[in-house]
């Protein structure tokens, strides 16, 4: 793999983006990779529901798309080496996990260990770990009484939630919120919070390790 993030006088890097449904924040990455915020190009778009929006997204801009689930692959150890070998063979050199529900395999998190990052709509580590994901989070920000909701940016290890994060933004919760207000006060501020954060990533502003 390319030391891309290695100095200031970077080659675009080679972005792959996973997705599990709508797609709305790989959407707002791959408009900041075309419009140059993010200096990436996309080359790859890895899936594991094949009826997820956000296959159109990535085929509408020409990224090549690849299907990769329990289905195609129903031995874990076998879906783990198809998508690493997915990724190795389209050269890529970064991952962002945007919306992708399955946890990565154990080779392919170390093959690209501090190269793959995840948007998580949760403050970490209060709410991350297994079974915190969509409600869930915003359920257990209003019943602790909590003051702040928000989004985090991490790298991906093997545990769920876990990896050093990077980037977070807090989002205060107002009297009357709900799960759904909450939620989607969260959402609307995950886009800017991603494309920055890669924005950073990929000029060497941020040390991986
Ligand atoms: C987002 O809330 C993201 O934080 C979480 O999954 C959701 C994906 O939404 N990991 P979208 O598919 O990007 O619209």
Redesign the pocket.
Known sequence: MRDVLASADVTAMRLALF?S??????QAILDACVDGTIKAEPVLMIGNNSKAT?FERARKLGIKTVHLSSHTHPDPNDLDGATLAALQGASVDFVAL??YMKKLGPKTVDAFRNRIV????GLLPEYGGPGMYGRAIYEKVLTTGASEAG?TIHLVDEQYDHGRVLAERRVAVLEGDTPQSLEQRV?SV?HALYVDTLRRIAEGEVVLG
Do not use: K, S, V
Not at 21 to 26: M, S
């Open positions: 997705a449904h709508g797609g709305t924040n790989l956000a945007a919306g995840n948007i998580h709509p989004a959402r995950e």
